[in-house]
């Protein structure tokens, strides 16, 4: 469990990234429509007692009219009812607590699929917050000008641990048009630094939910889930900061083992077999963005666990990887880069 930041910390930086910001963030109000769609603020969390009052009440912050904030807590060691004691009589928040932990993605789909009742939904961290309170009223605004749009994402800024006077914005979704075909999104995966940064994305409940979102047990289901979903549909880019990221020492994924990393290729190979079966993509489209998205991911896995001495681990890891693809296990294999740090970590003789 990591510790809560002073407020005045905490103030301070989105001060400071208000301002960065400003001059990207369009004038926005509230929508006053009689029939407004429900949104589903949904707030899964295990142990983060020091965070989570800071993501409620972001939560309950923004200034769309039409909201329900879900705090679905998966059996934590660390529950205190008191921490919520000042929001017990707020009529938009609801709590609730599993009997047994589920665990992360299984607290996900709680609280997707048992709990939210809002035509569309944001599924917030118990770690993060968010930090634009106009971002679900802009979203919403959008969506009603444009019919066609099924989903809506933005930009995060990252909060260090340790360095809590300073967020970070994220570099990734530059030059993004305010809205695109969700297909052309996904193609653009694979070349582009974009990112469906997941305490930013607005999505539609029930398509979600006949997508069977979260079905895969990874560290990156919900990239798993939101690449498939654009498969059909268009999106829409808000250019703001949606949400802080929390970095530090709890999160998931900062603590993946090889078999975790080896597991969470599914993130790039049902997506892509998702649009093959789809159709509309030419073969040679989806080979390269198959290709180009595995050589980024699987690079940066064995870079990783060479890093942490786990000879063991990195030989587990391409073993997984020659199975989806050959080409790509022997181009990470014979990389001078790689070459040189197994060498290194054989010579200094450390192991996982």
């Known amino acids: ?51 989570l009052l800071q993501a409620v009440k972001s939560a309950l912050h923004q200034d769309y009219p039409h909201l329900e904030v879900i705090v679905c807590d998966d059996a934590s060691n660390d529950w205190d009812s008191r921490l919520l004691e000042d929001f017990k009589d707020n009529p938009g928040l609801r709590i609730h607590r599993n009997q047994t932990n589920l665990g992360r993605v299984g607290n996900y789909r709680q609280s997707l699929y048992q709990l939210a009742k809002g035509d569309w939904v944001l599924m917030l961290d118990g770690d993060d917050y ?76 029930e398509k979600a939910m006949s997508m069977e979102f979260y079905r895969k047990n990874i560290i990156s289901s919900d990239w798993e889930s939101l690449h498939r979903y654009i498969l059909t549909g268009k999106v829409a880019f808000l250019d703001t900061i949606a949400s802080v990221w929390r970095i530090h020492g709890g999160n998931a994924t900062r603590n993946i083992s090889a078999q975790g ?31 180009r998205r595995l050589w980024k991911v699987a690079y940066k896995d064995a870079q990783t666990l060479l890093k942490a001495g786990d000879n063991h681990g990195f030989s587990l890891y391409l073993h997984a990887l020659e199975q989806i693809s050959p080409p790509t296990a022997r181009r990470i294999r014979r990389s001078p880069k790689i070459l040189l740090k197994r060498l290194l970590t054989r010579m200094s003789g450390t192991r996982a």
């Not at 300073?166 to 530059?174: E, G, K, Q, T």
């Not at 974009?194 to 539609?204: E, M, Q, R």
């Open 130 to 205: 968010l930090h634009n309170p106009a971002y679900i009223s802009s979203a919403m605004k959008i969506t009603a000008s444009n019919p066609g749009i099924d989903l809506v994402f933005s930009n995060v800024a990252r909060l260090y641990d340790g360095n809590t006077d300073n967020i970070v914005p994220a570099r990734a979704n530059r030059d993004l048009p305010k809205i695109m075909e969700g297909r052309n999104l996904f193609l653009q995966l694979a070349d582009k630094k974009i990112a469906l940064f997941h305490s930013t994305v607005l999505y539609k409940r």
């Open 1 to 51: 469990m990591g510790r809560g930041i002073p407020s005045s910390v905490s103030d301070k930086a989105n001060n400071n990234l208000q301002r960065r910001q400003q001059q990207n963030c369009p004038p926005t109000h509230i929508i006053k429509q009689v029939n407004t769609p429900l949104v589903s603020i949904l707030i899964p969390t295990y142990n983060q007692s020091g965070y």
């Open 261 to 291: 990393r080896a597991d969470n290729l599914q993130a790039i190979t049902e997506p892509c077999h998702a649009a093959r079966k789809l159709g509309g993509f030419s073969p040679s489209e989806l080979d390269n963005w198959f290709n």
